[in-house]
């Protein structure tokens, strides 16, 4: 029986064979009380644009780990050689440790070469690396650089796939970002023009993205030159308390009061020098 199971030719069309299987799989983890782990969700706006002499990226500073802030202040646009730059938003190790891989290879590659790399090199090997994790790395990227072509533009999804487009904007708050730039998008702008477009985009996400806040860094590249203004702009600023929290003394009553006496014991303690002759 078995054989002929095996010998039967594939059928056509999707195969939903697994569906029961997994359905049992959730039904007794359920019952040991252990629940699958959930996708993790993260928080993040990035962006990137193309002008007249180079790129400009664009990123905000906020980390989140669930529902608490943990960073006010990171860093999210890293580096991958002297010409090249990458956003990262998704798992803050994931794109951290992967520019990191990526930019060590591209070293190589320049060293051997003698020349800078050029955009379309660290493109291929971001994807080639992330297809083939098939998307367990959670980093999702906007590339962009200036190399001997001219200025390049990319952005990369964790499975690997990737575009080249003028603009783009990734993380839970592109949306917002990319209302901006298709509303006021214009070839061959001038570099404060797009330092400008790219700087609101993230404010956009800042403000209409709970995952995405604080300050706003860019990176301009161009042939030769880059320029990492990091804060470029504080557009998230706390707010300062109008009010008086300070209550006089006896404001609340206490109704009772009780004391109880902690039994001690006092240890003598000698500390020796460790002989390292």
Do not use: W
């Amino acid at each position: 029986m078995a054989a002929v199971s095996v010998c039967r030719p594939q059928c056509g069309g999707f195969s939903f064979e697994n569906c029961k299987r997994n359905a049992l799989l959730e039904a007794n983890v359920a019952k040991l009380g252990c629940s699958l782990p959930p996708a993790r969700k993260t928080g993040t706006t990035i962006c990137g644009v193309v002008y007249k002499d180079g790129v400009v990226l664009g990123a905000d500073t906020r980390a989140t780990e669930g529902m608490v802030v943990a960073d006010k202040n990171c860093s999210k646009i890293h580096y991958i050689s002297p010409n090249i730059y990458c956003c990262g938003a998704g798992t803050a190790a994931d794109t951290e440790m992967t520019t990191q891989l990526i930019s060590s290879n591209l070293e190589l590659h320049s060293l051997s070469t003698n020349r800078l790399p050029r955009v379309a090199t660290a493109n291929r090997m971001l994807k080639q690396m992330l297809f083939r994790y098939q998307g367990y790395i959670g980093a999702a990227l906007v590339l962009g650089g200036v190399d001997c072509n001219g200025p390049h533009l990319y952005s990369i999804y964790p499975h690997g796939s990737t575009d080249k487009l003028p603009y783009v904007t990734m993380g839970s708050g592109s949306l917002a970002a990319m209302a901006v730039f298709e509303d006021r998008f214009k070839p061959n702008m001038e570099e404060e023009e797009a330092k400008q477009l790219v700087r609101d985009a993230i404010a956009a996400g800042i403000f209409n993205d709970l995952g995405s806040g604080s300050n706003i860094d860019l990176c301009v590249i161009t042939k030769g030159k880059v320029d990492y203004l990091r804060p470029h702009d504080e557009v998230n600023k706390k707010g300062v308390r109008t009010g008086d929290y300070k209550y006089k003394h006896g404001t609340t009553g206490v109704l009772t009061k009780q004391v109880t006496p902690l039994q001690l014991e006092v240890m003598e303690e000698s500390v020796q020098t460790m002989d390292t002759s």
